[in-house]
């Protein structure tokens, strides 16, 4: 397994289209929900992604305080492969790169509730109601150092 963390000034075209391919199959077509996945946050967000053979089990990006949300952010959380632990791996590779490159004492999540569990087996904490977000529920959820 490999760990890839780049800059979007860093990602080459072919980095970016898969990862672009990878969320647009994941949230789009395995969720069936159709939203604006281009937000403009990747230019000013890290990029990791984990492959295993070449091929993406997992993908998260780390957006700074004040452009996804205010704070510090991790989101477009994927894994390619369920039950294999990638999910966690890139979570704590997102949480380090949060602290690594924008010195997060906080980190936020939009979390699809039915994940809670998942992000707390990582530190996060729910911090808000449920709320419907591209029609599917979800709940911000927090990191503290």
Same mark, same amino acid.
């Given at each position: 397994?490999?760990?890839?963390?780049?800059?979007? =000034?860093?990602?080459?075209?072919?980095?970016?289209?898969?990862?672009?391919?990878?969320?647009?199959?994941?949230?789009?077509?395995?969720?069936?929900?159709?939203?604006?996945?281009?937000?403009?946050?990747?230019?000013?967000?890290?990029?990791?992604?984990?492959?295993?053979?070449? $091929?993406?089990?997992?993908?998260?990006?780390?957006?700074?305080?004040?452009?996804?949300?205010?704070?510090?952010? *991790?989101?477009?959380?994927?894994?390619?492969?369920?039950? $294999?632990?990638?999910? $966690?791996?890139?979570?704590?590779?997102? *949480?380090?790169?949060?602290?690594?490159?924008?010195?997060?004492?906080?980190?936020? *999540?939009?979390? =699809?509730?039915?994940?809670?569990?998942?992000?707390?087996?990582?530190?996060?904490?729910?911090?808000?109601?449920?709320?419907?977000?591209?029609? *599917?529920?979800?709940? $911000?959820?927090?990191?503290?150092?």
């Amino acid at each position: 397994m490999t760990l890839h963390k780049k800059s979007f =000034q860093e990602l080459t075209t072919d980095e970016l289209y898969e990862l672009l391919r990878v969320r647009s199959e994941v949230f789009v077509v395995e969720q069936n929900c159709v939203y604006q996945d281009l937000d403009g946050d990747d230019q000013q967000s890290i990029h990791l992604w984990l492959t295993v053979n070449d $091929k993406v089990v997992a993908l998260a990006r780390v957006c700074p305080a004040g452009t996804h949300m205010e704070q510090v952010s *991790i989101g477009r959380v994927i894994t390619t492969e369920r039950g $294999k632990g990638y999910g $966690k791996q890139i979570m704590l590779h997102a *949480i380090d790169a949060a602290v690594e490159h924008f010195g997060a004492t906080l980190i936020d *999540i939009e979390a =699809q509730e039915y994940a809670k569990g998942f992000y707390e087996s990582v530190g996060f904490k729910q911090s808000s109601d449920t709320f419907m977000l591209d029609g *599917i529920p979800h709940i $911000k959820m927090t990191w503290i150092r």
